[in-house]
Structures are given as structure tokens and as C-alpha cells.
């Protein structure tokens, strides 16, 4: 009887162990890798909520293009409740060129093929300090459309923090154009 | 013993009437009443398909707006599995005002404060012969932000269909803006 407690305690203390191991290595996001690496997500043009569009339709301007915002349907309702962004948030931004053409309701503008995306993930606990694309509060990645599996972006201070700068109080994120707010 | 046999026939006849009955009075949309009288759907921008904008930045032209067009996932779903509009589907147009400003990415527009909606819902069983909102395929509607509750549209040939001709060829519908395709 003794034997049979000892060994049900050390299974359960097996179990315990296995359980809070298979926790801490639980990642923190389906789009993050263990160093930090983002990908692109796959299907969030289909089953993510839209936040909005930013048009700059002139080709010779830095941020040329059709922006549309997307996220997950969790952080809207979780940004709504709280005003901000939380753990985990990811933002995914296509950049499309800018197609034109004079039609019965005016002259109108809409997307065409893509160009890039850009995608934020919300980050509350620094967790990847010497990952060059982590800071601020955010992964940073940048993806082009000639290989969507890649993140060009090496630095994000480089390669994405410059056209934030504006939307520094609002996290970094240009929330003005996002109409489900 | 037939007394029994005989209850149990007509409890199952009574069933197969009861459970017939039920389903032809289940309603073709659940934002189409029994007289045709559709309702604007109220969760779309957080769980609804995002399809597309249009954008019109002359405030004098007829199509003035920022226009943002949502569907259920499973009319994208089937849609890009046969190119037609499912019966039921269901698009919701917001038209917003048109807002703009130089930043540093360039001079960029946005949506705004929502004006009207523009809703159509696909109908291949001509359902509603005398409702002067259904024809072409297609139960037509309008809203306005002053009362999202009431479908101003009286007579889709004269409040929506004009706008719609270049696209006839489409169904209807300017589906060259929609990037989900």
C-alpha cells in the first residue's frame, strides 16, 4: 500500500512537472517563433476583422499605395473594452498599388495587386530584447509579395519605426482611419 | 396492441406535418422579413469578410465616399469556389465621408463619420415578385446613419440600379475592386 501511494505521488509530481514545462514552452503567439521570427498570417483576409484603409495615391510619395488594416476579431473587442492594444494584438497592413479610372459615381480609386505587408504584434513583456525587429512594444516584420514567407525588415528602427513617429502616442498605430473603433 | 400501433402512426404523421410545417415557415435570411423587408446586419464589421473599397474624393460627384464592402465568410468561401454569389449572400456597402490630410508617408486619405449603407442580398428563387426592392437577382436596400433601422429605398430601379449598369455584366456588382477574389 505504501509502494502503491509512493508511486501515485510520483506520477502526479511526473504529471505537475510535465504540465508546467508544456506551459512555459505554450509560444506566446500562433505568428511568433522562439527568437522572435514573425510570419504572415494566412487567413486573416477571410476570418479577421477590418480596421481600415489609408489611400496615398501619389506614386511618388513614400507611402505610395492602398493600406488595409486588419486584425484579430478578439482585439477589437478587447481594444473596445480597454482603448488599447492587447498582448498578442496583431496588426496585419496590405499595401496594394492604387488603380483609378473615372466610372458613373466619379472619379474613383480601389485596390489592386499587392505589393507588401506589414505586420505588428503586440508585445507587453519585452520578451525578445536582442531580436532587432522587437521594441517599442511591438514585433515589427515587412513582407513582400515576391516571397511571403520572409520578414526583410533586420531592424525595426530602421526599416519601420520612421513612418510611426506620428502615431507615437496612440502605440505607434495610426488609429484615426480605423472606423470600427 | 392496434389501439397502440394506430397512436404511434399518428403521433409520427403528426410529427412529419409539425417538423414540414417548421421548415417551410424557416425564413430564406435572417435580415429578410417574410415580405421581402430587409434590415441592415449589425455584427459585420468585426465578423464579417471585408472585401474591398471604393473611394470617390469629389465631394460633387454622384458616388461621393469612402466606400467599404463586407459579406459573410462563407459567400467569399463560396464564391471563390464557383464565381457566382450564393443565394443568401449578403453585401453590405458603408459609404463614409472621405477625409484627408498630408502626412509623412504623403497626402492620404481615409473614411469618416458613416453617411449610408447600401445593402444587397442575393435572391435566385425571384422570392418577392411585388416588392418593388427585389428584382435582377437581388433584394436591394438603403440606409441612412440618421435611422440605420429603416430601409429608405421604396424602388430598387429608381433609388439603386442606375448606379449598378456598368457592372451588369458582374451581377450587379463591382466585384473588380474586391481584392479577396
Not at 102 to 116: E, F, K, R, Y
Not at 160 to 180: E, F, Q, R, S
Request: proline share 6%; net charge positive.
Amino acid at each position: 500500500m505504501r509502494y502503491k501511494t509512493g508511486t501515485i505521488l510520483l506520477l502526479l509530481f511526473v504529471g505537475v512537472i510535465f504540465i508546467s514545462t508544456a506551459k512555459t514552452q505554450e509560444p506566446f503567439s500562433p505568428y511568433v517563433g522562439d527568437k522572435g521570427e514573425i510570419q504572415l498570417p494566412k487567413d486573416y483576409r477571410t476570418s479577421w476583422s477590418y480596421l481600415g484603409s489609408w489611400v496615398v495615391p501619389d506614386k511618388n510619395a513614400p507611402g505610395y499605395g492602398f493600406h488595409d488594416v486588419f486584425t484579430q476579431p478578439e482585439t477589437v473587442k478587447a481594444y473596445q473594452k480597454t482603448g488599447e492594444f492587447p498582448d498578442g494584438a496583431v496588426l496585419v497592413k496590405e499595401i496594394r498599388k492604387v488603380e483609378s479610372a473615372d466610372m458613373t459615381t466619379g472619379h474613383a480609386s480601389w485596390a489592386g495587386p499587392i505589393d507588401v505587408w506589414f505586420v505588428m504584434v503586440k508585445d507587453r513583456k519585452d520578451r525578445f530584447p536582442k531580436n532587432t525587429n522587437w521594441g517599442d512594444g511591438w514585433g515589427w516584420a515587412l513582407f513582400k509579395a515576391s516571397d511571403p514567407t520572409k520578414n526583410v525588415s533586420t531592424d525595426y528602427k530602421k526599416d519601420c519605426l520612421g513612418c510611426h513617429v506620428p502615431a507615437k502616442n496612440t502605440d505607434w498605430v495610426y488609429i484615426k482611419g480605423y472606423t470600427v473603433k
